[in-house]
């Protein structure tokens, strides 16, 4: 690529986008796959390569990207005690008041209240409350916890419990 290489455009694309990205390369060396696959890459695919690997690879990459079809039995929403999340607007509310959230606030929020009693640690939270793989420290999480604390606050609310040394939980309902 003349402008910037493919590991830079990566890393600009997947700073505004999710789109997939599948990485077509002369270099074939392990470091150079494992900075695509790190930078945001879903696939790496080395020269010389075979057509029918190729669309093989960039199927499987939208398997597994594609958002899943809109089913009867998927919930449209979680309820938890008086809070509730709209799974289809992504919209918070504590009774009726709506809470505003971030992509990632409100994917913490639901990764917690799926399964309300369990303990989640930071790393298992990172997997599951960030829409795409970016790689962020531990303790990025607190600083999410604190601010979803901090806007249920106002309404006297706090939808998290902290178990000490192990992560985090939904709080018990009301």
Do not use: N
Not at 29 to 58: C, H, N, Q, S
Not at 122 to 127: A, D, K
Request: hydrophobic letters at 35%; glycine letters at 8%.
């Amino acid at each position: 690529m003349p402008e910037m290489d493919g590991t830079e455009a990566c890393r600009a694309i997947r700073r505004t986008s999710s789109v997939p990205i599948v990485f077509l390369s002369s270099k074939d060396d392990e470091i150079d796959r494992v900075l695509g696959l790190e930078m945001g890459g879903d696939d790496y695919v080395t020269k010389p390569f075979g057509v029918r690997e190729l669309v093989a690879r960039i199927r499987a990459v939208l398997r597994r990207t594609q958002a899943p079809p809109a089913s009867e039995g998927r919930p449209r929403e979680i309820r938890h005690g008086r809070l509730r999340l709209d799974l289809e607007s992504f919209r918070a509310y504590w009774g009726e008041r709506e809470v505003t959230l971030t992509v990632t606030e409100f994917g913490l929020l639901e990764t917690l209240l799926r399964h309300p009693g369990r303990v989640y640690s930071r790393s298992e939270l990172m997997e599951s409350g960030y829409a795409d793989d970016r790689t962020v420290a531990d303790r990025t999480i607190d600083s999410h916890i604190r601010r979803i604390r901090r806007k249920f606050e106002p309404l006297g609310a706090d939808p998290i419990e902290t178990s000490p040394g192990r992560g985090y939980k939904a709080a018990p309902c009301d």
